[in-house]
């Protein structure tokens, strides 16, 4: 579905299990180009999708497909994955529940990809949006950009907003999938959080260190300060928050 006006276009995707926005400002793209990102999309889709038998993701958990035989963008993720796992003392890893599951990392990379393809194709101004996760590029002091951080205690609710211009927004969580995020060192699901965010300038980037900082549980914040270009913001499970904003 795509929907303009004089100074917006706004296309809505139902793909990988949740649905993706992109809200492109003037100067606009071609809905062409929407075609392609939606097309790309379930391309991704189809390749890393733990729920298709048939997809690379699932044949290469099975031992079916080595990893010599896999695409480049395969491989590209897995390496993605191995290079995260390094940076995050092992917090984030695509075996984290003992099968190949990389989505912490695809879908951060998809979104950014996409913000990636209206750029190219003209966009200096927009927001793509995908379960949550957000990646914002352009506009001004202003005219910024605003995301609302959602408060898993209070559906519907937010803990605070955003603001700004070309930045990326992740959050891992279990306001929307419960409780599926494991410590990869112990396989059972951290405590201490409800939520974290990760506010930086690649969605990529920040929606492995989301999944890492979630995983962590509450020895996060330790971490959270020490990491560079990125701000953190996270609910506790004991009704509070903090930030390194």
């Avoid at 003209?122 to 949006?129: E, F, K, P, Q, T």
């Avoid at 506010?199 to 900082?213: C, F, I, K």
């Amino acid at each position: 579905m795509t929907a303009t006006s004089a100074s917006a276009t706004r296309r809505i995707v139902h793909c990988m299990g949740t649905v993706f926005s992109f809200d492109v400002r003037e100067p606009g793209v071609p809905g062409t180009v929407l075609d392609e990102a939606a097309a790309l999309l379930g391309q991704i889709d189809a390749t890393f999708s733990t729920y298709r038998e048939g997809s690379e993701i699932s044949r290469l958990g099975r031992g079916e497909l080595p990893v010599e035989a896999c695409s480049a963008e395969v491989r590209f993720v897995l390496g993605e994955c191995e290079r995260y796992r390094l940076l995050t003392g092992g917090y984030f890893s695509a075996y984290a529940a003992r099968s190949l599951d990389p989505s912490g990392y695809v879908k951060g990379w998809a979104i950014e990809g996409m913000s990636d393809l209206l750029r190219a194709a003209g966009s200096a101004r927009h927001c793509v949006n995908g379960g949550g996760d957000v990646q914002c590029v352009g506009g001004t002091t202003a005219t910024p950009w605003r995301i609302g951080i959602a408060d898993p205690r209070r559906a519907g609710t937010i803990i605070t907003v955003v603001s700004g211009t070309d930045y990326a927004v992740a959050t891992s969580g279990i306001e929307r999938r419960g409780a599926h995020i494991v410590d990869p060192h112990t396989g059972a699901p951290p405590s201490g959080l409800l939520s974290l965010t990760v506010v930086g300038p690649r969605l990529s980037e920040a929606d492995a260190y989301a999944t890492a900082g979630f995983a962590m549980g509450r020895g996060a914040r330790e971490w959270a300060e020490g990491l560079p270009g990125y701000r953190v913001v996270a609910v506790t499970d004991d009704g509070g928050t903090w930030s390194t904003f």
